[in-house]
C-alpha cells in the first residue's frame, strides 16, 4: 500500500510526469507515491524519470489499460 496517490487517468504525455513531479514535493523522504495513467507512453516515462531523478520505481503494472507505478523517494541522508 503506497502512502499517497495521484490519479492521471486521461492525461497524456507530458501532463502525467508533470503532474508527479509536484505531487512528489509533497511526499516525505522514504514515502510512496502511487501513480494511476492510462496513457501507454507513461511506461517508458516514468522509467527514465526516475533514473533521472534518483527516485526508486519500485513497482509497475498494467491491468486492464490502466498503468500503476509505485515511486520511493529517497531516504534523507544521515547527518554527520
Known sequence: MADHTLDIRG??????????????????AGETLE???????????FAAFCRQTGNELIESSNDDAVFRFVIKRPAAPALR
Open 11 to 28: 492525461l497524456n504525455c507530458p501532463l502525467p510526469i508533470l503532474k508527479a513531479r509536484k505531487a512528489l514535493q509533497d511526499v516525505a
Open 35 to 45: 501513480i494511476l495513467s492510462t496513457d501507454p507512453g507513461s511506461v517508458a516515462d
